[in-house]
């Protein structure tokens, strides 16, 4: 019996045994087995290493066993996930919400942020509000705000008429009602009153992540070292203490051999271990052998694969919004109609990660990348984010190609 065919015809039990290559924290088991005992992984490894009758109940668990050569991965977990299937989170509204946390559960992102975009004050505070509750409900792992303090040369997508300075009035407003729920935000390091921010922002356990910025080389290596000390000196109990870098290259300036930029301060702190990058590795926000490079510089622990994804993800080309601008989607590239700036992604994390492993990267960094790494940074390898025992079972099952064949999540199959 497939996942597939079994989702598709019962309830999960309380037991279950899956069978399979295992791809997990940067591992490869090809003659693996995972054990699910109700909502938790009670064992994940070698299959001839489990014996089922040390485990209450599964000697009579069901047996799924994946056809030869697919695969068995965490549930993903995206830092930076606007929307899909019609579905957006900048927008604020409950249905809409609601219709793209289904959709991505079921595309395999278990264990997602929901990103906004610069708003006005009652927009970010209306969006907070919903999605502290859906917090609440388990549905999304965070909050993180993209924006309003972003450069306005460098905006991209963001709409300009709502970019403001580093405002610690504002933003203890958004922290207050985020209620701990508010994981990152994206500032830009060059705005007056940037390094303030970057403190009130770390003295609250919440993430700085540098990016939509113009900032020159020495900027940004400083205050990604600040965001750092900042983290650290918190100690929050399960919050990382690097912080990250909103869509790298993508944002800010390109790099220029007398005019570095953000981008070379960041790969050297990504290699050093003091900052985790983000990478859209759609084939749209950057060519395949950008995404190559960079895992060869600094390792796919300081990598976090993300979409970007706004709400015309999983659906065909049309016009869609992302907050408050209208966009349209061509060949698969959303653009902003205003500007013509890239607007978001349109893959899902599970296709980032094959395109991904298709510009030659191996599967299990690029698996790392998109589970272990998110995880880690949002506090939540005690949770999810990894194939172990204890761990809460969200699990992908895939085909050789990377084709999605079923997802669980909370020991639950989803159709």
């Given at each position: ?39 938790r992984?009670?064992?994940a ?15 009579h ?38 219709k ?39 549905l ?26 580093p ?21 830009a ?21 540098l ?19 900042g ?37 050297r ?73 890239i ?7 599970l ?49 050789q ?15």
């Amino acid at each position: 019996m497939t996942a597939a065919d079994h989702f598709a015809h019962s309830s999960a039990p309380s037991q279950q045994i899956l069978t399979g290559t295992l791809v997990s924290d940067g591992a490869v088991v090809e003659d693996g087995l995972l054990a699910i005992d109700g909502d938790r992984i009670a064992y994940a490894g070698p299959a001839d290493g489990f014996d089922a009758d040390e485990f209450e109940g599964f000697g009579h668990a069901i047996r799924i066993g994946a056809p030869s050569g697919h695969f068995i991965f965490p549930g993903l977990v995206d830092v930076h996930c606007h929307g899909g299937n019609g579905g957006d989170f900048p927008g604020g509204e409950e249905a809409s919400a609601r219709k793209a946390i289904e959709f991505l559960h079921r595309s395999g992102t278990t264990t997602f942020l929901a990103s906004m975009v610069t708003a006005p004050r009652e927009d970010l505070l209306r969006g907070i509000e919903l999605y502290v509750k859906l917090v609440d409900e388990g549905l999304v792992a965070g909050i993180h705000l993209e924006g309003p303090f972003l450069s306005h040369a460098r905006c991209g997508a963001q709409n300009p008429d709502y970019l403001l300075e580093p405002d610690l009035d504002l933003m203890n407003e958004l922290v207050g009602a985020a209620a701990g729920k508010l994981a990152t935000m994206t500032y830009a390091p060059e705005l007056p009153g940037a390094a303030a921010l970057v403190d009130l922002m770390t003295f609250h356990g919440v993430t700085p992540s540098l990016g939509h910025t113009d900032c020159d080389d020495a900027t940004a290596a400083a205050s990604l070292a600040a965001a750092r000390e900042g983290l650290e000196s918190a100690g929050f109990d399960g919050v990382s203490s690097l912080p990250t870098v909103t869509h790298l290259f993508n944002g800010m300036p390109p790099m220029h051999h007398r005019a570095p930029g953000p981008v070379a301060a960041c790969l050297r702190a990504a290699q050093s271990g003091k900052a985790v990058l983000e990478l859209i590795a759609d084939d749209t926000h950057l060519d395949p052998s950008t995404v190559a490079t960079v895992f060869q510089l600094v390792g796919a622990s300081n990598i976090l694969l993300v979409t970007d994804s706004m709400a015309a993800a999983g659906l065909s080309d049309g016009n869609y919004m992302l907050g408050p601008s209208p966009v349209t989607v061509s060949n698969g590239v959303a653009t902003l109609d205003s500007t013509g700036s890239i607007a978001g992604g349109t893959a899902t994390l599970l296709e980032v990660v094959r395109k991904t492993v298709a510009a030659g990267v191996a599967l299990p960094d690029a698996i790392c990348s998109a589970t272990a790494v998110p995880a880690a940074i949002l506090g939540l390898s005690d949770e999810v984010g990894g194939l172990r025992r204890g761990l809460r079972a969200d699990v992908v099952t895939t085909d050789q190609e990377l084709g999605l064949t079923a997802v669980m999540r909370n020991g639950q199959w989803l159709a």
